[in-house]
Structures are given as structure tokens and as C-alpha cells.
């Protein structure tokens, strides 16, 4: 039995007990349908009307439904960073057309922002971690022992170079700035 719910986007409760009806499978379809718009950059009327909400705010409420729905079946991390770089891929696929085609007049730009995008997904995915640093606290013992072998080969000769230059008195220039 189905009963009215203004709560729902579709205006209508699914089953009391709890099984998935055609309502409701089609209800879990028109959001992930309405998430994907929101995903490719749709506004909440440009949603409202394409998929058959009652409102803009309805369209968002869905959406923001399926999000937590998808949120919570894994692991939030990994699915934060599955959709993120969905839409990455998105972006991605909008601009390589232009950025790998040097004749065409926004090849530059689009060039440019897959460059940037590419850098995101290096970031998403941790790929630009960096290589291990072992840094070596040495103990007393180590230091101690280093100084006694630099003590023991010597200093190394240090060779002095004479500098010669020319003082000049800076009053005897024409073109030279005042001093002070």
C-alpha cells in the first residue's frame, strides 16, 4: 500500500515493511539519475525540469538522499575519492579534445586545464607522495667518534688567494652618484 509523503521527492512513501516496490526502485533511479546531472554541473531547476520534480528544492533533496545513501553503503574516504574523480574524468573527457589538438584556437587553455586536472588526480590518489626520508639522529658516541676522525686526518690546507682591484676615489667621476 502506498500513502502520500510530502518528505519524499516523489510525493510518495514506499511500503510499510520495508520492501522495494516499483516506487521506490523508480524513486532510487530519478536520484541517481538527477545526481548525475548535479555531477556534470546542472543547476537545481535545470534538474527540476529534466528529470520531473515538483521543485528545484525537491531535486536537491534527492540528490543530497543518494549521496548519503552511497556515502554510507562504503567506506567514506573511498567513495569521497571515487566521486571526485568521476568528475575529474568528466572534466577530463570536456577538454582533451581541444588540448590535444594544436591547431584549435583553445588549445592552450584547454592544454593548461588538463594539465591541472591531471595534477588533481595525482593528488586524489596519492601518487605524488614522497619517496621515504631517513633522517639519522646520531648519539653521542657517533658524534664524538666523527670528530676524532676529522681531528685525527687534519684540516685540509686552505689556500689563500691575493685579490687585487682598483680604488678609484668616487668624487673623480663624472657620472658617479653623489656619496651619502
Known sequence: MQHQDSTEPT????TPNGTQNSVTVARNRKASAALQMRLAGATWPDICKGI???T???A???VERALVKELHDENDKEKMRRLV???????????WTK????????????LA???????DHRKLYGLDAPTEVVVHNPTRDELEQWVAVVMATGTPPVQEYDIFGEVTDVKDEPDALPAG
Open 11 to 14: 510525493g510518495v512513501a514506499g
Open 52 to 54: 520531473g520534480y515538483a
Open 56 to 58: 528545484p528544492r525537491s
Open 60 to 62: 536537491m533533496v534527492a
Open 85 to 95: 574523480g568521476a568528475r575529474l574524468d568528466r572534466l577530463m573527457r570536456s577538454a
Open 99 to 110: 588540448a590535444i589538438s594544436p591547431d584549435h584556437p583553445e588549445h592552450l587553455q584547454a
Open 113 to 119: 586545464k588538463c594539465r591541472e586536472v591531471i595534477a
